[in-house]
């Protein structure tokens, strides 16, 4: 195994763990991919994070839409959707699944979350939006997710969770947590009469100053606050 290679998959089990550790997912109902060349990287099935090693994550070639993988454990049951996200957006490098609390609440209620904060630009647009309902693992919720996803880089998954795709492991991260955040505020915001929702200028000029905003991906710069 080459050593980018292992690096990749030591940072996987890492961001595994974090996710439980920032109380953005719960157990193994989370799962986290990464490109590798022409391959993805992706947590196995039903695996606790905590009993992970760098050998048991799955390969799957991304050119491959069998779902055919390499290694000891199967891939996580919601390979689809990662595949298809890796394969078909030169924007994403990783993608984030996982169930935190108020993304799932308001994917319970089949809420999507509006531009009721700023930091809604860091999806893509002025909106992150809730997929339709199909059961996990399948094709078609594999479908319903690209949907959502289109010129985002994020949605919710009705009755289910939540996505995040990044430029990196750190960067696909980042959304997830920001996420989770932005989900919090909105359902907070909605027991007090509700939010006053910003302009699409407002977003639109946000999206503009973005450019130099959020996690760094150059080494020795920090993640900067607003």
Known sequence: MKKAELTLRKELIARCREMNANGINQ????????RYE????ISPSATPYDQMEPDMI????????????????????????HHALLRERKDAEAVVHAHPTYCTTLAIARKEIPSCHYMIAAFGGTNVRCA??????????????????????AC??????????????????WRAVELETIARQYYLSLQIGGPILLSDQAIADTLKSFSGYGLQDRKGKKKASA
Request: glycine fraction near 10%.
């Open 58 to 81: 799955a390969s799957v070639d991304l050119n491959d839409l069998s779902g055919a993988w390499e290694g000891p454990l199967k891939p996580s049951t919601e390979w689809r959707f």
């Open 38 to 41: 022409d391959r993805m990287l």
């Open 27 to 34: 157990g193994t109902s989370g799962n986290i991919s990464v």
């Open 156 to 173: 919710l998954l009705a009755n289910h969770g939540m996505i995040a795709v990044g430029e990196s492991l750190a960067k696909a991260m």
């Open 132 to 153: 339709g309902y199909a059961t996990f693992g399948t094709e078609e919720l594999s479908k319903l997710a690209i949907e959502a996803m289109q010129d985002r880089t």
